[in-house]
T-cell receptor, first 114, second 115 residues
Framework: KAGVTQTPRYLIKTRGQQVTLSCSPI?????VSWYQQTPGQGLQFLFE???????NKGNFPGRFSGRQFSNSRSEMNVSTLELGDSALYLC?????????????FGEGSRLTVL | AQSVTQPDIHITVSEGASLELRCNYS??????LFWYVQSPGQGLQLLLK??????LVQGIKGFEAEFKRSQSSFNLRKPSVHWSDAAEYFC?????????????FGKGTKLSVKP
């Protein structure tokens, strides 16, 4: 069974641009969460989607947004990029929205903002 | 506010030696507790989890963790480390009975293994 797939794996953008990252969850998984990982702040929760609805959002500015499609695939968008947005963005999926379900992570999309 | 503290940023152990990685949490009630491992260039993989019951939990790859309520700790242990265990380890918590998927992670402990 295929794991969580994130695209692109690496990308470089300049300040002020926007970026869209994609995540395909494990087949049958309806919950997708996004995390930002940086050396300074560690892993921080961005948002969670379940059945196309955002259920929870972390403490990030409105420049960070996301959505989930009917096939459970998810995208996140960052507008007006800043240098501090350089990070590894991790997507994770679980079968349902319960915290007791195992969270499976993708390998991440590494964003560099110049 | 809820928080997770991993006091050790970097630990080096010799192959075959025992390992203990520390994790302390600050939470109003006993949260759900998790340990994840991240190998270089990889995503995170769940090692083990604690929801309730027996305070000693067994995980994959020979890891175990002990929940100590009085110390608000959930330390990860392995009796004999293998070179392939070199990775970064993250402790995480979530609200008990929560229906939402977000976890609060510690800053991680990087494990190096000497031959």
């Amino acid at each position: 069974k295929a794991g969580v797939t994130q695209t692109p794996r690496y990308l470089i953008k300049t300040r002020g641009q926007q970026v869209t990252l994609s995540c395909s969850p494990i087949s049958g998984h309806r919950s997708v969460s996004w995390y930002q990982q940086t050396p300074g702040q560690g892993l921080q929760f961005l948002f969670e989607y379940f059945s196309e609805t955002q259920r929870n959002k972390g403490n990030f500015p409105g420049r960070f947004s996301g959505r989930q499609f009917s096939n459970s695939r998810s995208e996140m968008n960052v507008s007006t990029l800043e240098l501090g947005d350089s990070a590894l963005y991790l997507c994770a999926s679980r079968r349902d929205g319960l915290i007791t379900g195992e969270l499976f992570f993708g390998e991440g999309s590494r964003l560099t903002v110049l | 506010a809820q928080s997770v503290t991993q006091p050790d940023i970097h630990i080096t152990v010799s192959e075959g030696a025992s390992l203990e990685l520390r994790c302390n949490y600050s939470y109003g009630a006993t949260p759900y507790l998790f340990w994840y491992v991240q190998s270089p260039g990889q995503g995170l993989q769940l090692l083990l989890k604690y929801f309730s019951g027996d305070t000693l939990v067994q995980g994959i790859k020979g890891f175990e963790a002990e929940f100590k309520r009085s110390q608000s700790s959930f330390n990860l242990r392995k009796p004999s480390v293998h070179w392939s265990d070199a990775a970064e380890y993250f402790c995480a918590v979530a609200p008990p009975g929560g229906s939402q998927g977000n976890l609060i992670f510690g800053k991680g402990t990087k494990l190096s293994v000497k031959p």
